[in-house]
């Protein structure tokens, strides 16, 4: 990705949700929502689950969050490492 190209649509990050957060019923009327994270990365606030975006998809899955999760923001490799 060019600096000139985001990693992510910014329409499709609105309505991206985390799979695990979207569920919350405590966090308000729109739990899950995403941030870009070194323009390869979508971090979830709600659950803490963070999701790599490899060749420009993001890579929603369950158990692909749950292993980012403790990492550190700062430490998050980029480009992140293929599945």
């Known amino acids: 990705m060019s600096e000139a190209?985001?990693?992510?649509d910014a329409g499709f990050l609105a309505i991206l949700r985390c799979p695990v957060a979207v569920r919350y019923t405590d966090k308000g009327e729109d739990?899950?929502?995403?941030r870009l994270?070194?323009?390869?990365?979508?971090?979830?606030?709600?659950?803490g689950y963070k999701y790599p975006i490899q060749d420009g998809i993001?890579?929603?899955?369950?158990?692909?969050?749950?292993k980012w999760?403790?990492?550190?923001?700062v430490d998050l490799p980029v480009p992140p490492p293929a599945s």
């Open 5 to 8: 190209t985001p990693a992510i």
């Open 31 to 34: 739990p899950g929502q995403l």
């Open 37 to 47: 994270v070194h323009d390869c990365w979508l971090v979830c606030d709600d659950s």
């Open 58 to 66: 993001p890579i929603m899955l369950v158990e692909e969050g749950e």
């Open 69 to 73: 999760k403790d990492t550190p923001e």
